[in-house]
Each structure stands twice: as structure tokens, then as C-alpha cells.
Nanobody, 123 residues
């Protein structure tokens, strides 16, 4: 199993980034997927999850209305569109595979993880 995130970087407050996660080594559309982040010195924070077909989506309250998760099962790719970025969004963002079709919100329930991509929002 491989999960490879990309799209992170340095952005100013109010800017946007689109993260991608390319998946391989498993049947992508058999599993829900999620984005989890870790800010410096803080615990892992679940950000968003999407079920296997993309028609069930959940967000953490901290990003609701700001981030949009999506997936393209034909391309085995997960996305996270991040708008109106704030300094508190600075973190390493990980994509991860849920243990089943359905969204889970506890980071510890995710099975496979990418290596993460750094997002830094500067003020």
C-alpha cells in the first residue's frame, strides 16, 4: 500500500491550496479515506473523511465551510481543497485509509498513512 501526498507548501493568510493523495497497492474504491493533520507540538487532528463512493462526507468543525474533500476513484486519488487558510491551519497533512467503506473520525482507526505534506500559512 502506498499513499503519496502532494500539493503542500507556503501560502499567505487567506490563500488556497489543493492537496492530492495518490493511492496504490490496494483497491481504492473499497475504502473510505480521510485527511488528518498534525500541528507543531500538537496531537493528530482528524480533518475530513469521505466514504468509498464519495457520497458521504464529514468535516471537523474547525474546517467546515473552509475545506472540501473529494475523491476520483478512476484515478485512485483523494483531494483536499483548502480555502481561506489561516495560521492555525499550519500542519503536516496526512491522507489515510479507513478500515472499511465508511468514514471514521478517530485518527487511530485509520490503517494506512502517507508520509504527509507540510502546509504553512504565513501571516
Amino acid at each position: 500500500v502506498q499513499l503519496q501526498e502532494s500539493g503542500g507548501g507556503l501560502v499567505q493568510v487567506g490563500g488556497s491550496l489543493r492537496l492530492s493523495c495518490a493511492a496504490s497497492g490496494f483497491t481504492f474504491d473499497d475504502y473510505a479515506m480521510g485527511w488528518i493533520r498534525q500541528a507543531p507540538g500538537k496531537h493528530l487532528e482528524w480533518v475530513s473523511g469521505i466514504n468509498w463512493s464519495g457520497d458521504s462526507i464529514e468535516y471537523a468543525e474547525s474546517v467546515k465551510g473552509q475545506f472540501t474533500i473529494s475523491r476520483d476513484n478512476a484515478k485512485n486519488t483523494l483531494y483536499l481543497q483548502m480555502n481561506s487558510l489561516k495560521p492555525e491551519d499550519t500542519a503536516v497533512y496526512f491522507c489515510a485509509t479507513a478500515p472499511s467503506h465508511w468514514v471514521v473520525v478517530d485518527p487511530e482507526d485509520y490503517v494506512f498513512w502517507g508520509q504527509g505534506t507540510q502546509v504553512t500559512v504565513s501571516s
